[in-house]
């Protein structure tokens, strides 16, 4: 998953301790969430949103995957 949590800290000038503190996770774990080797849960998505007056989907969106072929349809005859 891709998100803007790295530029929206910045933006605050706030380190990764200081949104750590801010949203009760470990230092490690914001680290985690803005290299992408963790997804947050629901609650936590929910939670940094709100920290930031943001939308879920303005933070966080898939990663693009690679096109997958369409399958053939028939009418069941």
């Known amino acids: ?3 803007r949590i ?4 910045g933006e605050r000038g706030w380190s990764q301790a200081d949104l750590a503190e801010r949203l ?8 985690a969430i803005e290299t ?8 936590l998505a929910f ?11 303005s933070i966080f ?5 690679a096109a997958t072929p369409m399958v053939s349809r028939h009418p069941m005859e």
Not at 6 to 9: S, V
Not at 61 to 65: L, R
């Open 1 to 3: 998953m891709i998100n």
């Open 24 to 31: 009760d996770v470990s230092r490690q774990t914001v680290n």
């Open 36 to 43: 992408g080797k963790y997804d947050p849960s629901l609650p």
């Open 61 to 65: 969106e898939p990663e693009p995957q």
């Open 6 to 9: 790295r530029e929206l800290r």
């Open 47 to 57: 939670k940094i949103a709100r920290l930031f007056g943001l939308s879920i989907e």
